[in-house]
């Protein structure tokens, strides 16, 4: 494994390295993409009650000399609203069905009313 040299500190208090970087980054368009995901996402959690994400993934690969090409790939995981689920059993056959096949069926009849004494 390489050493790298702690760089946090040497000029700058606050290390804003990947913000300048992703600022930059396809004329500011990838800042504003990521700020739009956020947005959306903010605002799904509000709507849902759920938990989301947003992912931003800088890939780096050499240029010439000292030239660095950064490519990204943002995306937003929204949460999906609750939805109701239903009931089945599952038969002999591997089917599904509303009623239970274990329950037994009652033969029920109406009653007729009956006479006041």
């Known amino acids: 494994m390489t050493n ?10 606050v290390n804003d390295a990947f913000g300048v970087a992703l600022s930059q980054l396809r004329d500011g368009d990838a800042m504003t993409e ?3 995901h956020l947005q959306s996402l903010i605002h799904a959690i509000k709507e849902t009650g759920g938990k989301g994400a ?3 993934m800088l890939r ?3 240029g ?5 090409i950064l490519e990204d790939d943002i ?3 929204l949460p999906r609203a609750e939805k109701p689920g239903t009931v ?13 096949p274990n ?5 029920l009849q109406p009653v007729e009313k009956a006479e006041a004494v």
């Open 4 to 13: 790298i040299p702690n760089m946090t500190k040497i000029h700058n208090p």
């Open 34 to 36: 990521a700020s739009d």
């Open 54 to 56: 947003v992912h931003v």
């Open 60 to 62: 780096l690969k050499p």
């Open 64 to 68: 010439k000399g000292a030239e660095m």
């Open 75 to 77: 995306r937003v995981y």
């Open 88 to 100: 089945l059993y599952a038969t002999k056959d591997c089917r599904l069905q509303r009623e239970d």
């Open 103 to 107: 329950q037994r069926t009652l033969d």
